[in-house]
């Protein structure tokens, strides 16, 4: 991707996170990223182009803040520091949580929307129950855990969790957020350690993980 595409996918996210999905448009991404509407045209022909190339661009984002943190074998440590580097405690990751629930709400009133939303949800929860499967056939959770529904009650509680850390200051985020985690995952039989369990981790300390 262009640095003049992802800037202008930068600038739609932060439209959105202001104004909801009914504020994005051309016009309004255009005087975001301030471009002349052509421009912005030039890349995406017309707004469910732009709404979809956003939405992929979210993805990308939080796939960045993954890659990182994965190891050759994953572990509950590691799929907790994942869960975790999603909390929305820094500007850029409050803007793309912001885009994440004004897209969430949106998909179920409209039609654009709707596909791409069960494709994603279907893609992070399938991913998810990859981990708790792949962890269950070392042992390190119950064997008898149904992977699928654990998946899906573990993203359930993590939109929940950031819609509600949202309307909280910032710096409150991660310690409303971070126990609620760790005590689903103690509940599905995927104990952390110790220093994730007992410990808070502040935003720098996370970005060095």
């Not at 992929?56 to 994965?70: A, M, N, R």
């Not at 993590?158 to 910032?170: E, H, K, S, Y």
Request: proline share 4%.
């Amino acid at each position: 991707m262009n640095e003049t595409k992802r800037r202008l996918l930068d600038s739609a996210m932060q439209v959105i996170a202001r104004n909801g999905w009914p504020g994005l448009s051309v016009r309004s991404v255009a005087n975001e990223a301030k471009v002349s509407s052509s421009q912005v045209q030039y890349h995406f022909h017309a707004r469910a182009d732009l709404i979809a190339a956003t939405y992929q661009h979210i993805g990308d984002k939080l796939e960045s803040y993954v890659t990182p943190l994965l190891d050759d074998q994953i572990t509950p440590d590691t799929l907790l520091r994942i869960l975790v580097s999603w909390i929305p405690d820094t500007t850029e990751r409050e803007a793309w949580a912001r885009t994440w629930v004004a897209f969430s709400a949106a998909s179920l009133h409209e039609e654009v929307l709707s596909n791409p939303a069960r494709e994603v949800d279907e893609t992070l929860r399938s991913w998810l129950s990859e981990q708790f499967h792949e962890l269950a056939s070392r042992g390190e959770v119950s064997r008898d855990l149904d992977t699928n529904l654990a998946a899906r009650q573990l993203l359930g509680l993590i939109d929940g969790l950031t819609l509600q850390a949202l309307l909280l200051p910032m710096s409150e985020r991660r310690d409303f957020i971070q126990p609620a985690l760790i005590d689903m995952f103690i509940r599905l039989g995927c104990t952390p350690s110790s220093d994730l369990n007992s410990s808070r981790t502040t935003p720098d300390q996370n970005k060095s993980m």
